[in-house]
């Protein structure tokens, strides 16, 4: 089972509070310890997280004990820049976690991602900030019940007014 969360507009001043609101999302205490997302999330960060317009997206190799495959994508400003390569940082942008070892509908779910109609729809959802439309997008492509939209983070970040 593919299950799929996405916060958008999770608006965080402080980037080490969204490492850590994503962490909390993820981790649960057993199979996953708590701080060990937000600490693989900082060392990726340092090398270059894959990162979208002040937003996170959750890299597949962060964390290999998930029982379920994971899409996580924390937002705290909507969009993504118009600029940005579709080929080469869609992945980046809506990336999985993935049951290790991964099994094949995983890779039947990157295969179509990589599909050139499915990218465009992709991007120009992100582009306005609908992340809810990728989530949904995503859930049609795995099935009915395969993915779920959480369109309110449960752990509330917010620094706007």
Do not use: C, K, W
């Not at 999302?25 to 997280?49: I, K």
């Not at 080469?88 to 094949?104: C, K, N």
């Amino acid at each position: 089972m593919l299950l799929a969360e996405a916060h958008p507009i999770v608006t965080a001043a402080d980037f080490d509070a969204l490492l850590t609101f994503i962490d909390r999302q993820v981790a649960d205490g057993r199979r996953v310890r708590r701080g060990a997302v937000r600490a693989a999330l900082l060392a990726r960060y340092r090398r270059e997280l894959p990162a979208v317009r002040n937003g996170v997206a959750v890299p597949h190799a962060a964390v290999r004990q998930l029982q379920h495959t994971r899409l996580v994508y924390a937002a705290h400003e909507p969009g993504i820049p118009l600029g940005i390569d579709p080929g080469a940082r869609l992945l980046e942008s809506i990336t999985l976690l993935v049951r290790y070892p991964p099994s094949p509908g995983d890779h039947a779910l990157l295969q179509q991602l990589e599909q050139a109609p499915v990218q465009a729809r992709l991007l120009s959802m992100f582009r306005v900030g609908d992340t809810a439309g990728v989530v949904n997008t995503l859930a049609a492509r795995m099935g009915a019940g395969g993915a779920r939209y959480a369109g309110a983070p449960p752990l509330a970040l917010s620094s706007a007014p």
